[in-house]
């Protein structure tokens, strides 16, 4: 499973819908409420611990004493007959992890650095909880007529009554893609990477095009490298603040390179015998890839172990 992908909860559409069910359950001493500060979720156990660690769900009446709980409060869906909502706590002043209620309980952790710390299911509520309370506090105005909107349906529209258009969370597609030609893949280094670290190419997809016209346009404008199929590997979402990656892969019609220097600072094709080494962990002296929170390293796995 790839990490923030493949949440438990029943997101329960039909009943969000509801303000009443939605407060009823918001009330409701045996719900759980996750609490981010600065987007960062609540982890139980002290900050210095290396875990695995559990998410900070807290009943009702802990989560409502946490001073600065007054920010947007999303819906999540339900676990079982368990209704679990993420509370925004940055109102206020202070880290409330070191205040009562929550001192000594647990400690926010960024979202990237938490998920590789929980379960694979905590971690896939942490995309979906970092992803929607980010989305309503960068978008509380009308895009059409400026005025203040309101969250509707446990947090997945907004509604502007001056001007009756409604708003939705955003999803932005971005496509991810190992092109490979034989018995080699091809790697780029982005301009802010580690010098050594590799990883797939990619790039924000573009309104009017397909999958795969980005993924052809994507690695012609950074590598010069021109693909013919292109197949689908696997999507990821990805909450900084609120991709959803593409993961696919790409043949390549020749080995032929030329890189674009306001894209990567340099690329290269990487022999599958040293992918393999690399995703067993070896060490490759000057060479190093994404670790596998990312879906670059599960397409340079399935690719390097033969999968694809
Ligand atoms: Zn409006």
Not at 43 to 63: C, W
Not at 114 to 125: G, N, T
Request: proline share 9%.
């Amino acid at each position: 499973m790839i990490p923030f992908a493949g949440s438990p909860l029943n997101r329960a559409s039909e009943k969000r819908i509801d303000p009443e069910w939605v407060a009823a359950k918001r009330r409701d001493p045996s719900s759980l409420i996750l609490p981010l500060w600065r987007l960062e979720p609540l982890l139980l156990g002290p900050d210095k611990s290396a875990g695995p660690l559990q998410l900070g769900f807290l009943r009702p009446e802990v989560a409502d004493a946490i001073p600065g709980a007054a920010g947007p409060c999303i819906f999540l869906g339900l676990d079982g007959d368990t209704a679990l909502f993420a509370q925004d706590v940055a109102q206020g002043a202070e880290n409330p992890a070191t205040i009562a209620p929550l001192a000594g309980l647990g400690h926010f952790r960024d979202a990237r650095t938490a998920a590789q710390m929980v379960s694979i299911r905590d971690a896939a509520i942490i995309a979906q909880a970092k992803a929607m309370i980010d989305w309503h506090l960068r978008h509380g105005f009308c895009p059409r007529c400026g005025t203040p909107t309101r969250m509707m349906d446990a947090g997945y529209r907004r509604l502007c009554d001056n001007c009756n258009s409604e708003h939705f969370p955003r999803v932005d597609p971005v496509v991810i893609m190992l092109a490979t030609h034989d018995d080699a893949c091809l790697l780029g280094r982005g301009k802010i990477f580690p010098p050594g670290m590799f990883s797939a190419l990619a790039g924000f997809m573009e309104p009017g095009e397909t999958i795969e016209e980005a993924v052809r346009r994507e690695l012609m404008e950074e590598a010069s490298v021109r693909v013919g199929e292109v197949t689908y590997y696997a999507t990821q979402p990805w909450p900084f603040p609120s991709s959803l990656m593409i993961g696919c892969f790409a043949t390549a019609q020749s080995r032929d390179l030329k890189v674009d220097e306001n894209e990567l600072a340099e690329a290269r094709w990487l022999e599958r015998r040293l992918a393999r080494e690399l995703i067993e962990g070896k060490k490759v002296p000057g060479l190093s890839i994404p670790p596998p929170i990312a879906i670059a390293h599960h397409l340079i796995k399935a690719w390097a172990l033969g999968e694809r």
